[in-house]
């Protein structure tokens, strides 16, 4: 008899999606608040990072009209009514780029690259975009 394969953890799993890319020239950060918000929807513990440019992602008052595309940064509000609030910014990217987490669209924790990669390290699921 072939018993069935049990799952180690039952319940949500947790997921971490990690923006590192600048908001705007390429469609990745739109697909992560995209994936973020489906996972959210199927009651999946979802937290999301932003590293490297991808802290330009929620800068307050981002303009898209020279780009002639759509400004999704403003979606990144409504991520606490999908239960969404485990927002993570590294500080160094933070620090290199000449922002502080009062420029930001959310509240966010900032923390350092070794306190994001042990966070990181916690996570059943990392998706990078």
């Known amino acids: 008899?072939?018993?069935?394969?049990?799952?180690?953890?039952?319940?949500?799993?947790?997921?971490?999606?990690?923006?590192r890319r600048a908001p705007h020239g390429t469609i990745y950060a739109l697909e992560a608040l995209?994936?973020?918000?489906?996972?959210?929807?199927?009651?999946?513990?979802v937290s999301m990072a932003f590293l490297d440019d991808g802290v330009y992602v929620l800068v307050k008052g981002q303009k898209t009209t020279g780009l002639e595309i759509k400004n999704f940064s403003p979606t990144f509000r409504a991520l606490d009514d999908y239960d969404v609030n485990k927002l993570y910014v590294e500080r160094q990217s933070l620090e290199q780029r000449g922002l502080d987490a009062d420029s930001l669209l959310v509240p966010v924790q900032v923390l350092d690259a070794k306190q994001l990669g042990e966070l990181m390290a916690q996570q059943d699921v990392v998706l990078s975009f």
């Open 1 to 19: 008899m072939v018993e069935p394969v049990q799952s180690k953890k039952s319940g949500p799993k947790k997921f971490m999606l990690v923006n």
């Open 34 to 45: 995209e994936v973020v918000l489906i996972a959210a929807t199927f009651d999946q513990d």
